[in-house]
């Protein structure tokens, strides 16, 4: 009987053969274990690697959230479609792009339900504006306070064109310091900025120096917003309306200020405020502004007589209902009107 | 081996490095979130 070998090694047999002699088996095991002891004891290296990554997540974040990104990307920190704040912050932050020269209307200050704007007596202002096209931007929030509005006129480029609107309310020219210090340590909006900055220094109260970061300089306002950032970032990968569970809980009556330490006291720190926001409008080369005074409550001769000397001086338009039972929806049109006519005039 | 054994021991090191990283970001957000609360609710005590 002859038995004929192959000199070829069968595949089967050969790939048994380098399993068996292959180092995996014997290494693995060892392997593993000392990447469990390296996972699990601690050690001086990865300390410094824990503090290396807390660094870069820093690092990250300052480089990548900036002025720029917020004006493309801010809503992603709203909590929901109705979040006012965050959508004025990304509105202000967008005044500092380069745009297509169209002169604008902001409309600043308080957002209270007897002034509304309706989408047909914005385009007629802005029909008023003339030939060119113009655009009404909307940067009022519940109760803004004099010292946002200046956080927000700061977005703006030197040579803006345009015309503001600010309409004033009591608790803006009643807020006493405390209100400061506590948009500064809780911010509404996410636009920390120099004017406020120096407002701060004026009321004496302590605040960290601009970075010239975005991030940096306004991290409480993101910080207090990561959550919703975050549930907004899951609900895009998971298609989900954004920030839809918490946008409930955000509703008008709760962004507004509360009634408690007001005073009269406050109104002479808030009228020299005030009239440094007109400065800061005048030196900003704006066309034209108004004032549209707050509604009319016993006991304000004061205030009125205050606010039309500052309008006066100032050479600026004063809006005010005429008496006290009628309200301010009519005085805004005709304050949108005259800014309007003022950009037709000056273009 | 030798070799082997010391690289995933750094690996691991490195992985527990990054793992107390961004936990500690995690926990530093939400130290500041909880002192910056959210705008929301910190106006009630106006």
């Known amino acids: 009987m002859v038995m004929t070998v192959s000199a070829e090694p069968q595949p089967d047999s050969r790939f048994a053969a380098s399993r068996q002699h292959a180092p995996i088996d014997g290494a693995s095991v060892p392997a593993l274990r000392e990447f469990w002891r390296g996972l699990t004891q601690p050690s001086g290296l990865s300390v410094a690697a824990a503090c290396v990554v807390a660094a870069a997540a820093f690092g990250f974040c300052a480089n990548f959230v900036t002025a720029d990104w917020m004006a493309r990307h801010g809503d992603l920190f709203a909590w929901g479609t109705d979040d006012v704040h965050a959508a004025v912050t990304q509105k202000a932050l967008s005044l500092a792009m380069p745009t297509s020269g169209h002169p604008r209307i902001l409309l600043l200050g308080d957002l209270a339900s007897d002034v509304n704007v309706s989408a047909e007596l914005a385009s007629a202002a802005v029909a008023k504006a003339g030939e060119q096209k113009a655009r009404m931007i909307d940067l009022r929030t519940p109760d803004q306070t004099l010292w946002e509005t200046l956080s927000i006129v700061d977005q703006t480029r030197r040579g803006f064109e345009g015309g503001a609107v600010l309409v004033l309310c009591h608790s803006a020219l009643e807020a006493g310091p405390d209100v400061l210090r506590e948009l500064d340590r809780h911010p509404r909006i996410g636009l920390h900025s120099p004017s406020v900055f120096l407002e701060l220094h004026r009321a004496k109260i302590t605040s960290s120096p601009l970075r010239q970061n975005y991030f940096v300089d306004n991290h409480n306002y993101l910080l207090a917003r990561a959550p919703a950032a975050m549930m907004n970032l899951s609900s895009q990968v998971t298609g989900r309306t954004r920030a839809s569970a918490i946008a409930g809980r955000h509703t008008e009556s709760e962004t507004r200020l509360g009634g408690g330490r007001r005073h009269d006291s406050h109104l002479d720190t808030n009228l020299a405020t005030l009239d440094r926001l007109v400065e800061r409008l005048q030196q900003r080369q704006w066309l034209r502004s108004a004032l549209v005074a707050p509604p009319r409550k016993a006991g304000d001769d004061l205030l009125r007589r205050r606010l039309k000397e500052i309008a006066t001086r100032r050479g600026i338009l004063l809006f005010e209902a005429t008496d006290a039972t009628s309200s301010r929806l009519g005085v805004l049109p005709q304050a949108i009107d005259a800014v309007s006519g003022s950009l037709r005039e000056g273009s | ?46």
């Open chain 2, 1 to 46: 081996m030798l070799a082997t054994s010391s690289l995933a021991l750094v690996a691991g090191k490195i992985t527990q490095g990054i793992i107390l990283g961004l936990l500690l970001a995690l926990a530093l957000l939400h130290l500041f979130s909880l002192s910056g609360s959210t705008p929301v609710f910190r106006y009630q005590v106006f």
